[in-house]
């Protein structure tokens, strides 16, 4: 056991594990009640949020409705969106006043320009946008205003490893007390006892060889939250994003569908266009369609790549409207306003997580999941496009409501054990990590990828649960390291997408299986109950 001397002990009102838009919206509307801390796994920037370039769905335009968003969500959503949960995360940002009135503090200002795009499944213009880097603004907005605030806390380079929870004394269930977090400069894993803590830890797409998202995508908020005992639901809902820039020195880089938006066409090499084969919406199709097609026709002529072209409107409209994919392209060689643009699909978002009520709360008491890594029941099938940052922003309001209404009566938990590292030496073999990181997320994009069958879904239950295995056994025996939780996390996640993907029986959405092509009548969510709740 380690000495209290060596091992701090943090304690807070509220412990926010992430400094996303989920995060950081919770901490800034909890914080004139509590003393807040935000953790980031690394620089405070770097989750999806500051990526994020399309912008956030509003209804804003007098031709539009909320009747419209909802209908939209829903057929993007094949049958599996819970509709009074859309209902609930479309209303609140209806009119321009309702941004600039500050009720979403974090877009007002920024995005004042108000000039509304369209992307797939939306039939009407109204996404909201700061050119196209929108995740960019909401994030500096949001992370100014925090580190302004006397009562935040933002602590960079902190990595929570596992939740801590204890049984309540009259047997009802578990309470969530504050959490064990790998402090990455001193290399101490310190307690930070709280209240109250939310997961707002972002998406898992990290489980796949291809993604668009930064490094820390690897599902740490869902792994924490299943091993305390909390059900997730429809992880094998993984969108995969149809436009990444394919270019060997070109990390993760996202084209938006704002430029499909704005007419760019699919094209293969050869300059013919295709989408037309697979939906009459062509390129405006939702994303899983566009991604499959685009798989399908990769495959079926064995190219690396398809092109989107937008070289027909004029050059100051491209780099005035997509400032960032310009330069970006640019650094490249490809100027997008006389080259097509190669692009391949990606795993970009994660639809399932942890399964919460529309105030975050998810199976532990005083335990929230906010933003990507939570279940909501908003996006159903396949997410449309951009309604996650909308549901950021929402569900942290209702969460932070939540939370008020129950800290007066709330006291930090106590008899909490120390991190014990007695058993455990440094690790001295992270070619077991490394390795075992790439082979888990080609096993994933090969057999549990866009297009997925039960042969290769039952042989990457097998690979992954070995590989799990050998990094549980990895993680007994070592002191934690960043890259070890990360893999540790991934591979608990990778199998709970295998076990979803295995148990739907049908295709629907972003799950698609050659040997079940139909749509059933009655679909369900896949919910998975972990071991202790059992
Ligand atoms: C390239 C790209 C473009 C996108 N475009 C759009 C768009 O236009 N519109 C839209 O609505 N959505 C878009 N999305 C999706 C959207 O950006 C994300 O769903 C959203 O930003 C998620 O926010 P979040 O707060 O849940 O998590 P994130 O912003 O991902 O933040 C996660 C945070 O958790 C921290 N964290 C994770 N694990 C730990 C841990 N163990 N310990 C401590 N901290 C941890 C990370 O450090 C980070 O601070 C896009 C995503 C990408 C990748």
Known sequence: ??????????????????????????????????????????????????????GIAAVLDESDSIESHVADTLSAGVGLCHEEIVEHIVAPFTTKESFDRGENESVSGELSSLHLTQEGGHSQRRIIHATDATGKAVFETLSMRAQAHPNIELLADCTAVDLVTQRREDGSGSVCVGAYV?????????LIKSKFVALATGGASKAYLYTTNPDGASGDGIAMAWRAGCRVANMEFNQFHPTCLFHPHAKSFLITEALRGEGATLELPDGSRFMATFDSREELAPRDIVARAIDHEMKRLGCDCVYLN?????ASFLTEHFPTIYS???????????????????AHYTCGGIMVNRDGETDIDHLYAIGETSFTGLHGANRMASNSLLECFVVAFGAAKD?????????????????????????????LVSH?????????????????????????????????????????KHRVTKDMLELRNLALVSELIIACAIARKESRGLHFTLDYPELMTNPVDTILTPPTLD
């Open 1 to 54: 056991m380690n000495s209290p001397a060596t091992q701090n002990q943090l304690q807070f009102d509220i412990l926010v594990i992430g400094s996303g838009a989920a995060g950081l919206t919770l901490a800034l509307k909890t914080a004139d009640f509590a003393r807040v801390a935000v953790l980031s796994k690394g620089d405070l920037n770097q989750g999806a949020t500051f990526y994020a370039q399309g």
């Open 182 to 190: 790998l402090n990455l400069k001193s290399g101490r894993v310190d």
């Open 310 to 314: 937008i070289t027909h409107k004029p």
């Open 328 to 346: 970006r392209c640019l650094e490249f060689g490809i100027d997008i306003t006389t080259d097509r643009i190669p692009v391949v699909p990606a």
């Open 403 to 431: 939370i008020q209404s129950k800290i007066a009566l709330t006291a930090l938990g106590t008899n909490i054990d120390a991190w014990d590292e007695s058993r455990v030496r440094k690790s001295d073999n992270e070619v």
């Open 436 to 476: 075992n990181w790439d082979e888990l997320r080609r096993c994933m994009w090969d057999f549990v990828g866009i297009v997925r069958n039960d042969e290769r879904l039952q042989r990457a239950e097998r690979r992954i649960n070995i590989l799990r295995e050998e990094v549980q056994a990895y993680y007994n």
